[in-house]
């Protein structure tokens, strides 16, 4: 029996029916795991800090939720945040947060587990810690409460997260997560206090006990140093990684929604990592090196799923689809059971060629509407600060290609604010597609559909172990008047280009929390007590509100986006040590200084660092080079 | 032996949650996951061909929903209830087929529904006080309600559409209201609806517990008739 007494709540038709689309509180979806609480010893709420339809959509919950309930004696559940409509009554009938599978409230689990997806999302686990009647501030959780964990992408830079978690997992979960459990059980056992339990885990490679280190200041603002609070904990914290991806377990129940989700489907995660190493693309950098699942365990895997699911749509999932070793192997498998089936298979991120569109030609039911292009910068002196391996001529013959195969809609992304840009960069963005357009016209009068673009641009914002992490993130003004001039550009010549932007002061609040320090977490508080929430959304984000939460904390947040950092600067996450090296990085900054490409790892290592974890892609030869070998292109 | 089938399926409280497309696609994933021979639309997008009687709105609960089905092979109607039910969540259940043999389908066939509705009422009330306040309802001519249409909400007469109502009391300040009602793809009135416009016309302050659609009706020469019945005109 569970040591804590058991409550559970009941949601009737008085909450249910009031609240937009009930579905997402109710649970019980198909292939959602049952358990006996007899026999559990760790119960494990696993928490996404965004609506229902964004949580369920994300792949790593699944991997995660069907590795705990594997083991008999772990019951992993799932919490969402509450849309606001929800929110507001559950406050009003004084109602806590609760799990989807058992109607438990948050406060009565071992272990409350956040994802980190964005940073944006950051006021939400305040909100839910709250909602589900767990203090918000580690320091004041005593012993009998949960422990509340944070992984995912942005724990690489968990220093703002610092006050709320008590531990965080860096890196790949799969194996940590069932290591703490283990560690959890003999604690258990051994009936020792909480603080025994925090020293137990930071031995835990991959754990972060952030209350373990202190934090000292320089008078400018900077970190002086993050000492150890003693011998026994870890002074730099090594990222976790699955070395070889065919040998844990994938899942192929995933639960099935009742209502639409955003990506409704089948995930095949076909591979982890990114050869390429765009300068600012923080994924390139701390998934390395690259890993494959092998083709036949996908195969596997995917028939399994569409049997135990009745999904009509299987995706492949990684940040390259093209850059998969065994693509046509998978693909001619997959298309056999598929079509058979009825079952649509969508490959994403595939770069345009003859092979990818033939390859789509078979595959994709849908019809030809979008095709999506991410040039990132508009010249190519820029795209080489950027490394993006992309030429204005690959850019127009792939967009020929799809045009002359019956593809009348691209979609552009690009990004203003990077490192160097000018406004001839700019301007060379509404050129590029200006003359993509007309580059396609001898082939689009032939159809009679004129080629149409949608072009969007994000704002650059500087990410911890990216080359670009010291880099100050462009002034938000110098960014509208960029956004403004470029909407002005493409409006005066051309009504087939839709212009979007992103609001630059999410940009900017993004960029704070990225690559923000410890001292941030008052901030977050403040902002949090002051109402700010689902900070993602567009129609929620209070500018003003983090702002003013800014001045309540005496803290500039300029300092933290829009300030050159020197590379002798203690960066507030120095301490965590996500394979890839600060010489590497180093260098490929003073590379993108001289606009000077970096191969990718297919091409050539370049001695990043990632090589310490002796797998993937780093231990394949390839034209007779090992890695580390060469580190020139 | 049929290729094509009609079946009756129940709803309970688990999948009242759901709106009518969500709906739709449950039963298209459960048809998948069972492994029913059906039979797919041509196309870029392929669909099951399936066709539901009536949409449910959520909230609703029902003991007599109907579907049409297509297949590419013959299967016993018994095999397909036991087969179907297998891929069927909590909360869904196909209770019955027969085998099919109309060029209408059951969306065009419904023509009436049969509703149960539980409600409390704030202030007490006798069996007889909520009597009357039905019968003058009913008595009037015209009981407008605004309903949504493409262009806007406009002003519907919903009383034709009201074929009987009635309420008994089961418990202190709760009633049980019988309604029979106008449905289908040509005139539908939502029970939702009905209970709204029955609270607001009457100045009656409720709350509702529970909706139940009891059952369908196709009508041929002025019969109420079970869709089952109609399954081969
Ligand atoms: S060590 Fe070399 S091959 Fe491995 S990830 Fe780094 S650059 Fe790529």
């Not at chain 1, 058992?102 to 944006?120: A, H, I, N, W």
Request: charged share 25%.
């Amino acid at each position: 029996m569970h040591p804590l007494t058991m409550m559970q709540l009941k949601i009737d038709d008085s909450i249910l029916l009031k609240v937009e689309k009930p579905a997402k509180y109710t649970g019980n979806e198909w292939n959602m795991v049952k358990k006996h609480l007899n026999n559990i010893k760790v119960r494990f709420a696993f928490c996404f800090p965004d609506d229902y339809e964004i949580g369920m959509s994300h792949l790593g919950m699944k991997i995660l939720y069907h590795i705990l309930n594997k083991r008999e004696e772990v019951y992993c559940e799932r919490a969402f945040a509450p849309w606001v409509d929800m929110e507001q009554i559950m406050r009003e009938k004084n109602m806590p947060l609760y799990t989807l599978e058992t109607y438990t409230p948050l406060s009565e689990f071992d272990m409350v587990g956040f994802t980190l997806q964005y940073e944006m999302s950051y006021t939400n686990i305040l909100n839910m810690l709250e909602l589900g009647r767990i203090p918000v501030l580690s320091k004041d959780r005593t012993e009998g409460m949960p422990f509340v964990i944070a992984g995912g992408p942005c724990a690489c830079n968990p220093e703002p997260l610092a006050d709320f978690v008590d531990f965080f997992v860096i890196g790949e979960g799969e194996e940590v997560i069932l290591e703490i459990v283990d560690e959890y059980i003999s604690w258990k056992e051994a009936g020792e206090s909480r603080a025994e339990f925090l020293k137990r885990v930071s031995k835990v490679e991959g754990v972060y006990v952030p209350s373990f280190y202190d934090i000292s200041y320089n008078e400018d603002g900077t970190i002086k140093d993050i000492i150890p609070a003693n011998s026994d904990v870890p002074g730099r914290i090594r990222r976790r990684i699955i070395k070889d991806l065919d040998s844990v377990d994938f899942p192929d129940n995933i639960i099935v929604p009742y209502i639409g989700t955003v990506h409704d489907r089948i995930m095949l995660e076909i591979f982890r990592g990114c050869v390429r190493g765009c300068r600012f693309c923080q994924a390139g950098f701390i998934y390395r090196p690259v890993r494959e699942r092998s083709h036949e365990k996908l195969y596997e895997i995917a028939k399994a799923s569409a049997q135990n699911t009745g999904y009509d749509e299987i995706s492949m999932v990684s940040l390259s689809t093209s850059d998969y070793s065994s693509l046509p192997e998978l693909c001619n498998n997959l298309i056999e059971f598929t079509e058979e089936e009825k079952i649509s298979l969508s490959l994403p991120s595939l770069r345009v060629d003859n092979f990818s569109l033939g390859l789509m030609d078979k595959v994709s039911k849908v019809r030809k509407s979008g095709l999506t292009f991410a040039p990132e910068a508009g010249t190519q002196r820029l795209r080489d600060v950027i490394n993006k391996g992309i030429t204005n001529e690959d850019l127009v013959s792939s967009v020929k290609l799809a045009v002359s195969g019956g593809w009348n809609q691209v979609k552009l992304y690009f990004m203003l604010g990077l490192p160097t840009e000018t406004m001839e960069d700019v301007e060379g963005i509404s050129k590029l597609s200006i003359n993509l357009i007309e580059s396609c016209r001898d082939i689009t009068k032939a159809h009679g559909k004129a080629l149409n673009i949608t072009l969007s641009t994000a704002c650059f914002v500087p990410k911890p172990f990216t080359p670009f992490q010291w880099e100050p993130m462009e002034e938000m003004d110098s960014l509208m008047k960029k956004q403004y001039h470029l909407k002005d550009l493409i409006k005066k010549r051309t009504r087939n280009i839709k212009y979007n932007y992103h609001d630059a002061r999410i940009s900017l609040m993004e960029a704070v929390l990225a690559r923000g320090d410890r001292r941030l977490g008052k901030v977050i508080y403040t902002a949090w007590s002051n109402g700010c929430k689902f900070d993602g959304w567009d129609e929620f984000f209070s500018f003003d509100k983090w702002m003013e939460a800014f001045n309540e904390c005496g803290l500039d947040p300029k300092f933290y986006a829009n300030r050159k950092r020197e590379y002798s600067e203690i960066l507030p996450w120095d301490h965590i040590d996500m394979g890839v090296s600060k010489e590497f990085l180093i260098r490929e900054n003073q590379k993108a200084y001289e606009g000077d490409l970096t191969r990718n790892c297919a091409a050539g290592c370049s001695a990043c660092g990632a090589q310490i974890y002796k797998t993937g892609i780093c231990t394949k030869t390839r034209r007779g080079l090992v890695y580390g070998e060469s580190t020139e292109v | 032996m049929a290729k094509a089938l009609r079946f009756r399926f129940s709803r309970g409280q688990e999948l009242k949650y759901i709106a009518h497309l969500d709906m739709l696609r449950v039963f298209e994933r459960a048809i998948k996951r069972a492994k029913i021979p059906v039979a797919y639309t041509q196309g870029f997008n392929p669909r099951q061909k399936l066709v539901f009687g009536l949409p449910m709105s959520i909230g609703l609960t029902s003991e007599s929903e109907y579907a049409d089905i297509e297949l590419v092979e013959d299967m016993q109607p018994e095999e397909f209830v036991t087969q179907i039910n297998k891929g069927l969540p909590d909360g869904l259940k196909a209770e019955e087929a027969v085998s099919m043999n109309t060029r209408d389908n059951i969306m065009n066939q419904i023509t009436a529904a049969r509703y149960e509705i539980v409600f409390e009422v704030k202030e007490p009330r006798s069996r007889f006080e909520i009597d009357t306040i039905i019968y003058d309802l009913l008595s009037r001519e015209e009981i407008s309600v605004m309903k949504k249409s493409k262009k806007g909400p406009k002003p519907v007469n919903i009383r034709p559409s009201i074929y009987s109502m009635s309420a008994g009391k089961i418990d202190a300040g709760k009633f049980l209201m019988k309604a029979f009602l106008s449905a289908g793809a040509e005139n539908n009135l939502r029970v939702d609806l009905l209970m709204q416009s029955f609270s607001q016309e009457t100045n009656l302050e409720i709350n509702i517990i529970s909706m139940h659609r009891k059952a369908l009706y196709a009508s041929t020469y002025n019969e109420w008739k079970n869709p089952f019945e109609v399954a081969n005109d």
